[in-house]
């Protein structure tokens, strides 16, 4: 029955993630080219929001929206006067950010960035006692990969050498599969990649890239900011946010009689927001579906390392593909990592990679060109990257401490996830699917009809109204489903599963509070 | 003379830089368009160059273009045969990157950024060995800054509250007037945050951003990428790179007539490749200039360390703007600034800032979303910008030695700006102004018909052939005039003057023979 209200609004408003915005704009975004029309004509300044490009205007990217501000200006308001709210600190649950929420950084790679960073430490007997004899020998071969030793200086513009080479042999054993450096984009982390890659493929409002609903707000922003057009695929919430190919084909199918050429798909896989795992068949037919369809497949595989449930297991794309017998002629393929995730969590060191397969030499001397406008990426990401995918082995001397910190992290990370999940499920009106991997949650909540009331009168989407309330009566902060896409007339919130362990009791007993609150004040 | 042969050129291509590719393309750039549809049509690639984002196709970036790419080549048969070539290493002019030719970092840089890296280090005994006492006290105030101390975060989309104050501290003190912290934007080096600000800019190819020629090809490639269209205003060669109030007049009412709504200025200084540095006056003519015409002025300050002759000075466009009166609400104004440059040469670092004044708060939330959408520049860029804005003060520990390190580097550049400069005056048919500032020389060289008609055979353009054979030749690899843009008819190369300094005269000696040579295979 869910199914068929959702069939009827797809075929209402599935045209493209416009529809998420104009769903909520009614309530709670003035569209920024009315709203600001209303400006008057002879500002003073020569910029103004009329004028400016268009595309940026009608960009949005709530992970970093209207409520993170809100959630700033308390934080103001908190460090001003402690006792300015019920609650003594804000939370921020909007984001996959690990150590802003306490997360410590693994020994190991940040041994070896600090001895990267002033080498001259490698000459110093003080050395030995202060740093692991395996980190020391890691940052020798590292300086040693660095052309001249200078690691100052710009790179190649896909990166060093040597750190591809070593990311690699990573990837190749983790697939199985052949890995060619000059495959690897080395990049200021994964989202300047899709950037990047989103730049290449859209020459206008008529090029269009599948991605699934609920998405990473990247996808739609930077579609948005190309001029092209996001085509959605409705991931099934009931299936546990199930792909369906059926789906793929119809929106493909859909979009092509509009005219729309569609380019690529993007799969995020383990999924953000959403945190499904895809199965190894699933990804084989997606695959077949690209090949057949001509799509590049667009893989954010940046949780290939947050997987938390038995059953599953990640399998990259690459590697699904290869194992059916596609090789670099028969599949684009560009996949995603970054430092930012995994249980290393070293979002603020922006490094990560693309590893760019099935292109021909003339279209990859055109992605070389783009990576070159910006030069390089910065060189302790790249050194970064290339530790996540060669860490410490057995044998080596951090080895043992570093298999310690890693598995604690993750381990914590599956208690939370299921902690948190268990909590909201038990929520009225609130269903909430596993987080197989990843870093968040994004439940359903089924709002009163009076809450939905309340929150037109305050022209704001349902949704955001609940978030807005929420961070309002307890400090944390989470992301109204809006911002991610979602059924029409369904609403959501993502919310991480980041915070230390010892505070989630704390926090769901302050959302639970919270949520009988606000039941009891808008329950029909 | 120049000047009337200068301006009948102008009158017939004056369009924008695409005369600058058109002029090389009957030489050397086959139009990738053209050039392209040549093939098949059934290629087993989806993604081809024919159906791809043609901006990103038109998009040139000479500095790292074929000459580099040859160069790669060189160095790649050196590897495998020490003899396979003349000379026995490849010597990279082609771009401003000092420690790649053998810069050495400034210590205490790099101690601050170690300990910031592996905090763990500030607890333990041994670093007081191992570091500077204030490279430790900087650390840990650093550290301190960071909201919960966590280095491996994201932090806000504008870079960290406590670096950005540091940094206007720096700018009121090197300025004499106010600067607000909220007006930085952190970055991934210069090139993001010019990017950054065409995107917002530029809606269609009716917007112009005037750019000087020549330029550096960043603003070039990223007007293209962005679907703009470059203004360009000539610098006077005869007047050591000048730049002419009438010359800006002449280009904006040009443009303006042919529809091109112009957007901004760029501005250079001290000027790449020109090694120019505006005189106070002109700048405030520019500024003028600016205000009058409602143009946002785009300063590109990324060399302002970088002054070599006692009778010019480096002043910030926010200084002179502020001292002719006008304040954020008369001129609009961004200044960028980049630890890859100054003493430093930090460019694998990719840190930088602008300082965006003079926009109304609506414009300032779109360019706060923009950067939002890639989250956050890397923390140690952050860092080291904080660093560079704040170096170490009399009565520090590390003061003496980090002048000394700085004193040192820049006085040494000045030696060896001069060294080139007269050299390369002294070939046959070159001449080349000083390098006032900057890390560039940009000699004009006068080519036989001969030269001109053997370039002509192998399809390249003059200046191009001149800097292959100049490569082949001595390994030395210089950037040919066109990708900064030239007046037709004129032929140049950049070459940088960051060789060692004790390399100098054999590089002299080799880039003199290889001129004498070449000189007398064409000489007419």
Redesign the interface.
């Known amino acids: 029955m869910r199914k068929s209200a959702a069939d009827r609004f797809r075929h209402l408003f599935n045209r493209s993630l416009v529809f998420v915005r104009n769903q909520n704009q009614q309530y709670h975004h003035p569209s920024p080219l009315r709203s600001?029309s209303s400006?008057a004509s002879d500002?003073?300044?020569?910029?103004?929001?009329q004028?400016?490009?268009?595309q940026?205007?009608k960009?949005q990217?709530a992970v970093?929206g209207e409520i993170v501000t809100l959630a700033q200006n308390l934080q103001k308001a908190l460090q001003a006067n402690p006792d300015a709210h019920s609650f003594d600190e804000i939370i921020y649950c909007n984001?996959g950010?690990?150590?802003?929420?306490?997360q410590q950084?693994i020994?190991f790679f940040?041994?070896v960035?600090?001895?990267c960073?002033?080498p001259?430490?490698l000459d110093?007997s003080?050395?030995q006692?202060?740093f692991s004899a395996d980190s020391i020998e890691r940052a020798w071969q590292l300086v040693d990969q660095i052309?001249?030793r200078?690691?100052?200086?710009?790179?190649h513009?896909q990166g060093i050498q040597g750190l591809r080479d070593t990311i690699a042999a990573g990837i190749e054993e983790r697939d199985g599969f052949p890995c060619n450096a000059n495959d690897i984009f080395l990049t200021?982390?994964a989202?300047?990649a899709v950037?990047m890659m989103m730049?290449?493929?859209?020459?206008s409002e008529k090029d269009g890239i599948l991605c699934p609903i609920p998405q990473y707000p990247?996808y739609s922003?930077?579609i948005t900011?190309?001029g092209g057009h996001l085509v959605p695929y409705y991931l099934d919430e009931a299936t546990g946010w199930g792909l369906e190919i059926s789906e793929l084909k119809k929106q493909l199918e859909d979009a092509k009689s509009k005219g729309i050429s569609v380019?690529a798909l993007a799969a995020i896989n383990p999924g953000n927001p959403t945190g499904q795992v895809l199965a190894e068949d699933n990804q084989r037919a997606i695959v077949e579906f690209c090949k057949q369809e001509?799509?590049?497949l667009l893989a954010d595989e940046v949780y290939q390392e947050n997987v938390y449930v038995p059953e599953k297991k990640f399998h990259s794309f690459k590697k699904v593909s290869r194992s059916m017998g596609y090789g670099d002629?028969d599949i684009?393929l560009v996949s995603f990592q970054s430092v930012?995730k995994g249980y290393?969590?070293?979002?603020?060191?922006?490094?990560g990679y693309m590893e760019v397969t099935?292109?021909?030499p003339?279209?990859r001397e055109?992605i070389y060109?783009?990576a070159?406008?910006?030069?390089?990426?910065?060189?302790?990401?790249q050194i970064l990257a290339s530790l996540i995918m060669s860490p410490p082995k057995v044998g080596d001397e951090s080895y043992e401490s570093f298999m310690a910190e890693r598995g604690a992290i993750l381990s914590s990370l599956t208690t939370r996830a299921k902690a948190l999940e268990e909590a909201l499920n038990k929520l009225e009106g609130v269903t909430c699917n596993k987080a197989e991997g990843a870093m968040y949650l994004f439940p359903r909540i089924r709002l009163p009809e009076k809450a939905i009331k309340a929150a037109e009168a305050e022209k704001s989407a349902p949704d955001a109204f609940y978030c807005k309330r929420l961070l309002n009566a307890t400090g944390i902060v989470v992301v109204p489903g809006f911002g991610f896409g979602q059924v029409p007339g369904t609403w959501h919130f993502r919310c991480t599963i980041l915070p230390q362990e010892d505070r989630i009791p704390a926090i769901v007993t302050r959302l639970t509070e919270f949520h009988q609150k606000f039941m009891d004040e808008f329950r029909d």
Not at 150 to 155: E, H, L
Not at 344 to 351: D, F, I
Not at 372 to 381: D, F, K, M, P
């Open positions: 600001l400006m500002s003073p300044f020569p910029v103004t929001a004028n400016i490009n268009p940026v205007l960009c990217y970093r984001i950010n690990p150590q802003s929420l306490g950084p020994t940040r041994e960035l600090a001895l960073d002033y001259a430490l110093k003080e050395t006692g202060l052309p001249g200078a690691t100052g200086a710009y790179s513009s200021d982390g989202s300047p950037h730049q290449l493929l859209i020459r990247l922003a930077s900011l190309h380019r001509g799509l590049v002629n684009c930012s290393h969590g070293e979002c603020g060191k922006r490094g099935g292109f021909s003339d279209v055109q060109k783009v070159s406008a910006n030069l390089c990426s910065n060189i302790t990401g």
